[in-house]
């Protein structure tokens, strides 16, 4: 029963993450430009954000008009560089490798008491944080080989979270600008 239920859980997870979810994405995007094999969408959001996918169609980034129409092509130049090091760098392959090695391990110990699976699955959440904010600062890192520092900084001061919460995705303001200035 194990065994299915992890294959099911596993199946779920691969098909959002690299069907699903890219399916959607490129269903509300227009083909804005390419850098580096990878394609690049546009989103008519006014939402000030852009992100990188890796699907079974290939890895691609997306930026919304928000961002086009809010910052000049060098600033928009600095979240590509820097979506492009998520791609890179495959952070989304290592995330989709932990979240699958959690369900593993999470339909394993649905065997042991309730009590083992409640702080399993709160370290496994703040780990997954972990890795999240570590390779938004990898990313940030990436994209200074290919733009200006400055340029880099103004994005994150503009647009960051000032403070991160236990659940935030992105480290603070702080400690990524200290990352980029190493």
Do not use: C
């Amino acid at each position: 029963m194990d065994l299915i239920i992890t294959f099911g859980l596993l199946t779920l997870v691969i098909l959002l993450e690299f069907v699903v979810v890219p399916a959607i994405v490129l269903k509300r995007v227009t083909k804005f430009s390419t850098l580096y094999d990878y394609p690049i969408y546009i989103v008519n959001s006014n939402e000030v954000n852009a992100y990188s996918l890796n699907s079974v169609w290939g890895k691609f980034i997306v930026i919304t008009r928000g961002l086009v129409n809010g910052e000049d092509e060098e600033h928009v130049r600095a979240a590509i560089m820097h979506e492009l090091g998520h791609l890179k760098l495959n952070h989304h392959v290592k995330m989709s490798l932990y979240i699958i090695s959690v369900i593993i391990a999470f339909t394993y110990l649905l065997n042991l008491n309730l009590f083992v699976l409640i702080p399993f699955g709160l370290f496994a959440l703040f780990m997954q944080r972990y890795f999240q904010r570590r390779f938004e600062l990898s990313a940030d890192k990436f994209a200074l080989r290919f733009t200006n520092r400055r340029l880099l900084e103004d994005l994150i001061t503009k647009y960051d979270v000032k403070e991160t919460t236990f659940l935030s995705t992105h480290p603070n303001i702080h400690v990524r600008l200290k990352n980029i200035d190493q």
